[in-house]
């Protein structure tokens, strides 16, 4: 059964930081295009990153650009996104897909894991 599962999401104040992982099963994420997306409180979801299959080129919205990173670990078939300088904004569902090429649009993304949930409080 092909299977994504996010995990690492929490409460944390802002300007601090996280790491969201996301773990395959039932298929090799080192083939697939990878995107972050999030779903904020009563707003559509939108895309923050994508890294591709290859490794050779990660894109970042303008949004988290400078303070997300993402990164693969293969051996242990996970994707991570690595959250600093949290904003208030930046409270959402996470959420990752996997993609045959990185898009922005969310239609292109055929598995999705069931997001978890990054709150930013003082």
């Known amino acids: 059964q092909v299977q994504l599962v996010e995990s690492g999401g929490g409460l944390v104040q802002p300007g601090g930081s996280l790491r969201l992982s996301c773990a395959g099963s039932?298929?090799?994420?080192?083939?697939?295009?990878i995107g972050w997306f999030r779903r904020a409180p009563g707003k559509g979801r939108e895309g923050g990153s994508c890294?591709?299959?290859?490794?050779?080129?990660?894109y970042y919205a303008d949004s988290v650009r400078g303070r997300f990173t993402m990164s693969r670990d293969h051996a242990k078939n996970t994707v991570y996104l690595h959250m600093d300088s949290l904003k208030p904004e930046d409270t959402a569902v996470y959420y990752c897909?996997?993609?045959?090429?990185?898009?922005?649009?969310?239609?292109?993304?055929?598995?999705w894991g069931q997001g978890t949930q990054v709150t930013l409080s003082s």
């Open positions: 039932g298929f090799t994420l080192e083939h697939y295009a």
């Open positions: 890294e591709s299959s290859s490794d050779d080129y990660t």
């Open positions: 897909a996997t993609s045959w090429e990185c898009r922005w649009n969310e239609y292109e993304y055929d598995n």
